[in-house]
Structures are given as structure tokens and as C-alpha cells.
């Protein structure tokens, strides 16, 4: 079992910037590939970005490309999503999740998730 928190989300004008942190607890952090999500009012949960487990690989959405980074701290057991270039249109709840097996943008593949924190960009 994985326990997964995530913190870091607030109000923001487009252009700025935000980390969010995802931190977890139980099982060995270090084994799971870890995900972020992002769900806005209406509409379907979707990938943002992913890495591996060793941090070696990372995917992201083609809409975040360039401006969000994600990477991960094994010692710490937090895995970090650096949103630069904030655009209203990423205004969401961002949920970060862990997956067992591989690496995944499929919201269906992830075993645990977190309860999520809202980013708000303003115009």
C-alpha cells in the first residue's frame, strides 16, 4: 500500500510558476513509477507527465512540453512537478499517482492515488 499527498497547488497569474510536491509513505517509493494528472471542472482526467522509477525517463503531454518538469527524489519519497509559464487553461486539480508496473499515461494503469490539489492560473 501507498499513500500519496499532494501539496504545493494554489492561485497563480498566467506566467508564473508553481511546484507541486507529491509525497508518499508505506511501500518502497523507489519501485513505483509515478505519475501526474489533471482533471478540470467537466472534464476527463487526463496524463501530464510521468518518470520512471530511477528517474531516468520522463514523458509529458504535448500541451506542457517545455514549460512543466517533473522529477523525483527516491531519498526523500516525493516526486515534484515544476509548472513554469502557468496558462489559465492549465487551471485544474492535480493528482499525482504510482504504478507498479511501468510507466503510464492511462489513468487506469496507476495503483494509488492521491486526493489532489488545485491549481488556479488567472488571466
Known amino acids: 500500500q501507498v499513500q500519496l499527498v499532494e501539496s504545493g497547488g494554489g492561485l497563480v497569474q498566467a506566467g508564473g510558476s508553481l511546484r507541486l510536491s507529491c509525497a508518499a509513505s508505506g511501500r518502497t517509493f523507489s519501485s513505483y513509477a509515478m505519475g501526474w494528472f489533471r482533471q478540470a471542472p467537466g472534464k476527463e482526467r487526463e496524463f501530464v507527465a510521468a518518470?520512471?522509477?530511477?528517474?531516468?525517463?520522463?514523458y509529458y503531454a504535448d500541451s506542457v512540453k517545455g514549460r512543466f518538469t517533473m522529477s523525483r527524489d527516491n531519498a526523500k519519497n516525493t516526486a515534484y512537478l515544476k509548472m513554469n509559464s502557468l496558462k489559465p487553461e492549465d487551471t485544474a486539480v492535480y493528482y499525482c499517482?504510482?504504478?507498479?508496473?511501468?510507466?503510464?499515461?492511462?489513468?487506469?494503469?496507476?495503483?494509488?492515488w492521491g486526493q489532489g490539489t488545485q491549481v488556479t492560473v488567472s488571466s
Open positions: 518518470i520512471s522509477w530511477n528517474g531516468g525517463s520522463t
Open positions: 499517482a504510482a504504478d507498479r508496473k511501468f510507466v503510464a499515461v492511462v489513468p487506469s494503469e496507476y495503483d494509488y
